[in-house]
């Protein structure tokens, strides 16, 4: 590979602007297709973002096809990530994929089988790992200063916070509501934050949907009752082979005082750590004495996003050979907590345990 990456777009609905954007930071990339069922939104997305030889597709088959691309960016609904990965894999592209990066484990098995087999990176887009508090939290976790974590809680709660648009609530496209939508990320987030990839032991799991038939107010505008196919809240125990526990609690529409709260709870054996919304909070005990130290909300004077930051990181590990911020199988321990948390909620509360 020379310095120079091509790089495709395939989904260009709106999680693809990020991507655009991001890439559009990087002076090695040229972003030379775009590729969307609705033709009008990939020509868009070319006259912005493309070189002036970019073509559109409506067909990502046909583009892989005709193209010779470095990497591809996957922005669409959940239920193609799988397909379209092993089909970019197999043509000899880098595959950067949205979150989550698959429904079910086998998907995610199947799609890290395929990078190894054609010698590709993979990596998901979870951004959330890349601001300077969550780096600092994980270095200190590694380096051992909280000990052992040993309980930790997820939460992506909002209040009336439901995605009306696209294919949100649709659950054979998306494959679930907010646990495998905006779940996924503080699951990601947590266990990153923890350094502990362990195995599942067990896994259970609520789902509620008893906010969707009443209806009322709602950022994203009213929902359609009859359309409403996935839960509202989402609430899970999970249990690793390291001893640690993980709570997680991911809604669209709870009833809380906040507008919303995202992050993670961390419990260690010399001292624990919250980072959520933002603010970085550290706490212990130290000769006798307990201690507490908060950093504020922090401020990138940098004009970059965490978007930013993410696919430019990603860029920089295909241009310098280095492993992917965010590995495959990281993202996969996250899909298997996530299908074992739907697969408990749906056989009506039974703990699910690894096979």
Known sequence: MDNILKVGIIGLGYIS???????????????????????????????QYG??????????????????????????????????????????AHVFCEKPMAITGAEAEAMIAAAERYHKKL???YQLRFSSHARELHERVVRGDLGQIYYAEAKAMRRRGVPTWGVFLN?????????????????????????????VVSALGNLDDRLIPLGGYNDGGPWDIKHFEVEDGAFGLVTLESGATLLV?????????????????????????ELMDGQL???????????ESVSKPERDRSGLSEYDKEIMAWVDCL??????????????????????LYQSARSGGRAMTAK
């Open 319 to 340: 241009l310098q050979d280095k492993e992917p911020m965010v590995k495959a199988q990281e993202a996969a321990q996250v899909v298997r907590i996530l299908e074992m």
């Open 171 to 199: 659950r054979a496209k998306q494959g679930g509501g907010p646990l495998i939508d905006i779940g996924t990320h503080l699951v990601d987030f947590t266990l990153w934050l923890m350094n502990d990839y362990s195995p």
């Open 51 to 92: 070189v002036p030889e970019a073509e559109i597709y409506t067909d990502y088959r046909e583009m892989l096809a005709n193209e010779s691309l470095d990497a591809v960016s996957i922005c669409t609904e959940n239920n193609q990530h799988a397909p379209i990965a092993l089909a970019a894999l197999a043509a000899g």
């Open 17 to 47: 602007a990020v991507h655009l954007k991001g890439y559009q930071q990087c002076p090695n990339v040229r972003l030379t297709a775009f590729c969307d069922l609705i033709p009008e939104r990939a020509a868009a997305a070319r006259r």
């Open 123 to 125: 990596s998901v887009g």
């Open 249 to 273: 609690n991911a809604t669209w529409a709870v009833n809380m005082k906040e507008k919303g709260r995202d992050g993670a709870i961390l419990y260690g054996v010399r001292g624990g750590a």
């Open 281 to 291: 909070t550290l706490n212990g005990e130290q000769q006798g004495h307990l201690w």
